[in-house]
């Protein structure tokens, strides 16, 4: 079956520091990947998705990079973070192909929540 | 107009009640109506999902899709304490980007 992991749980960092966060995937090959943004009041944003390795798709433009060094790994990055970036961070997975006339199901990690002060 | 709308609430219900959630929309590009629920600090889990316009059922749970009024609901009968959580519905069309809303919390009381 398959499993997908993140951490740290929770990070509290300063304004200004730099962030790193990772998402793996185990028991699938070439999932695409995506990183999500829950803010309170404001609902699931995606930041970033993947298709395979190397191959990073932007969707809203600000402070945070995501790379994909290997096929089930997905890092998120900031080099300074910004109040602003508080918030719970979701990784997700899916399957490459989707089911025939079906739904591509995303699955969910554990999240990360982050505080920056 | 938001593509799509949820009222964040909270809900709050008594144990055993039928509980009606409900999300708006605007393209009418999508095909794939998702709900999720979201306990608290803890990823979003697919709880149902309907293609195109109808009704599905799934136990306590029925979700409905109205495309001609850009409207979906999902209906939690007989409701449980442990349905307590922060729901959320999705929509997507031919792509695999999903549209959120926002999330209802909801709580039911023992």
């Known amino acids: 079956s398959q499993t997908i992991h993140q951490w740290p749980a929770t990070l509290v960092q300063p304004v200004g520091s730099p962030l790193s966060l990772e998402c793996t995937v185990e028991g699938t090959s070439n999932p695409n990947l995506y990183w999500y943004r829950q803010a309170a009041g404001r609902g699931l944003q995606l930041l970033f998705y993947?298709?395979?390795?190397?191959?990073i798709s932007s969707e809203v433009p600000q402070n945070l990079s995501a790379s994909r060094p290997q096929d089930r790994q997905f890092i998120l990055s900031s080099k300074k973070l910004l109040l602003s970036d508080s918030g719970f961070y979701l990784c997700a997975w899916s399957p490459p192909i989707p089911p025939l006339s079906s739904y591509n199901e995303q699955f969910f990690g554990p999240g990360t929540r982050l505080t920056v002060l | 107009q938001k593509e799509v709308e949820q009222d964040p609430g909270p809900l709050s219900v008594p144990e055993g009640a039928i509980v009606s959630l409900n999300c708006t929309y605007s393209n009418s590009a999508f095909q794939y109506f998702m709900w999720y629920r979201q306990y608290s600090r803890k990823g979003p889990e697919l709880l149902m999902y309907t293609y195109s316009s109808g009704n599905k059922e799934d136990g306590r749970f029925t979700a409905q899709v109205d495309k001609s009024s850009k409207y979906i609901s999902l209906f939690i009968r007989d409701s449980q304490p442990s349905d307590s959580a922060t729901y959320l519905c999705?929509?997507?069309?031919?792509?695999?980007?999903?549209?959120f809303g926002k999330g209802t919390r909801l709580h039911i009381l023992p």
């Open positions: 993947s298709v395979g390795i190397g191959q």
């Open positions: 999705a929509m997507s069309g031919r792509d695999d980007k999903i549209i």
